[in-house]
């Protein structure tokens, strides 16, 4: 179960992705092309829906790209459904407590860190794959270790609990989405504030503080090495659609 974000988490080395927007396995092929170590499907913001994130995941296998997927709801088959599918891991909007954190355990983890549901599926190759050397037990240990379960840290909720969150075994990492975040704080987009900087801050540490993956969100250049040198783990830059959109203005203006 190759999973970049994790590889590079392991040897301390910070990863680089993008969400996709564009609904296009052609888009995600040349995403691979790029030297980004992974790719966002976006269940969340866009209408993708489980058959096209299959065609997704494998245009994304393919491509040489670990993929993760953004789910639109804290449910279980909302959980189950990508992990099953192949997704390196699931990344969880919304979230405001614990006890939500500890239910998607529960949904994402194999037990004896949680109680996700067993079926021979597409990500262990229908019982067909290497991940299945070890037998069943093998395979269950495997999915815990290297897929990942990533609560977005989003609301004042989640800000409030962060420490605690971050500890739940069976959580592996932090996605901080910055312009909800912000939304919530009272600051919409005001990224600059002190206490949104401080916001963000306080989640990096609580990431540190646990061995857990920092990631955040970002669509500047200069926030994204900015974020890198400030010592988090992940990068999210932007998404397929704005970087099109602004590649090609860069261009157009240039030639007017």
């Known amino acids: 179960m190759d999973n970049k974000i994790l590889e590079k988490f392991e040897a301390g080395v910070p990863s680089i992705g993008t969400f996709t927007h564009l609904k296009s396995m052609s888009a995600i092929e040349c995403l691979g092309q790029t030297g980004l170590d992974f790719v966002l499907i976006d269940q969340e913001h866009s209408p993708v829906g489980m058959e096209e994130t299959v065609q997704y ?32 891991g699931v990344v969880v909007p919304g979230v405001e407590t614990v006890e939500q954190v500890e239910r998607l355990v529960s949904y994402a983890k194999f037990k004896p860190l949680g109680k996700r549901g067993y079926c021979m599926t597409r990500d262990g190759g229908w019982g067909y794959s290497d991940c299945y050397a070890d037998g069943l037990e093998g395979y269950m240990c495997l999915c815990n270790d290297r897929t990942l379960l990533l609560p977005q840290c989003e609301t004042v909720g989640c800000l409030e609990n962060i ?32 206490e949104f900087i401080a916001a963000v801050e306080r989640i990096k540490n609580a990431c ?20 890198i040198a400030d010592g988090f783990d992940c990068v999210i830059f932007g998404m397929d659609n704005l970087v099109l959109i602004n590649g090609y203005k860069a261009i157009v203006n240039g030639l007017k």
């Not at 995941?57 to 040489?64: I, M, N």
């Not at 605690?164 to 987009?189: H, K, N, Q, T, W």
């Not at 540190?208 to 974020?227: L, M, P």
């Open 57 to 88: 995941l494998t245009a994304a296998k393919a491509a040489g790209l670990t993929a993760i997927v953004r789910i639109g709801e804290i449910e279980r088959t909302e959980v189950l459904r990508p992990l099953d599918a192949g997704a390196a």
């Open 163 to 194: 420490e605690r969150i971050c500890a739940i075994e069976g959580v592996d990492g932090i996605m901080i989405g910055p312009y909800d975040l912000s939304i919530a704080m009272g600051m919409p987009g005001q990224f600059d504030r002190p």
């Open 208 to 227: 540190k503080a646990s061995g857990k993956i920092a990631v955040v969100f970002t669509g500047s250049e200069a926030s994204a090495k900015q974020y």
